[in-house]
């Protein structure tokens, strides 16, 4: 049985997606938990979860917002067990069409935030027995997509990134993953599901038959963030409906 009892889990992007579905799930196994949130509308949806105290608005990109948010998290809780790096975007331009701007904020929210957060976590990481590093990675990142030449770059970096933070820290006892997964049902892909023929073809490709829900990553997370996976380390683990299988 997965638990999470007295640890301390802090989420970026813990106001919707996979990261709201992990604050859930995460609370729900004991865990006292702290987190990022983009709007102030975001903060109804962790009522009962994440103390105003522990709920920063911030950009991820703002890199002294997020040190201090992480210091802060680990002054309330006594430290930090665990991380999720969740808070991303896309934006569907083809390679011609990205400029420069666009580029950089891709890269700047989806890879350079998840650096900085794993890294600002270190210090406190390295003071428990163990620490638990996620971040959420991409089947694009593995794969492609067509129109997502910047989110595709940016989630095959954080494969790279997981796999070298994981064999430097190894010797600390801090694991640290990445979780690639598939379409999945939440705001990201609103705008793709909404389109009954890209829907429909999108859904044709996943072996499964179906996207994901935000909740199954969220238990693939509490999983790694859990004992249960003391000796998973390195890796990045795909939910995708089998569709890299193919």
Known sequence: MITLVNRSIF??????GIGLATARLAHSLGAMVSGTIFNDYQIS???????????????????A??????????SSCGGLNGVVASA???????????NPDDWARILDVNLNAS???ARNSVPYLRQDISGS??????Q?????????????????AINGLARSMALELASENIRVNAIAPGPIATNMTAET??????????????????????????????????????????????????????
């Open 193 to 246: 599901r909404a389109n009954k023929d890209r829907s429909e073809l999108l859904r044709k490709g996943i072996p499964l038959g179906r996207f994901g829900t935000a909740e199954e990553i969220a238990n693939l997370a509490v999983f790694l963030l859990s004992d249960l996976s003391s000796f998973i380390t390195g890796q990045v683990l795909v939910a995708d409906g089998g569709f890299t299988a193919q």
């Open 11 to 16: 989420i970026s992007g813990a106001g919707s």
């Open 115 to 117: 650096f900085n957060l």
């Open 140 to 156: 694009i990142g593995l794969v492609g997509h067509h129109n997502a030449a910047a989110y595709a770059a940016s989630k095959s």
């Open 65 to 74: 917002a997020l040190q201090a948010a992480v210091d802060k998290a680990a």
């Open 133 to 138: 590093i996620i971040m959420i990675s991409s």
């Open 88 to 98: 991303g975007m896309i934006k569907l331009l083809t390679s011609e069409d990205t």
């Open 45 to 63: 949806n962790l009522e009962g979860i994440i103390p105003n105290e522990r709920c920063f608005k911030l950009d991820v990109t703002d890199v």
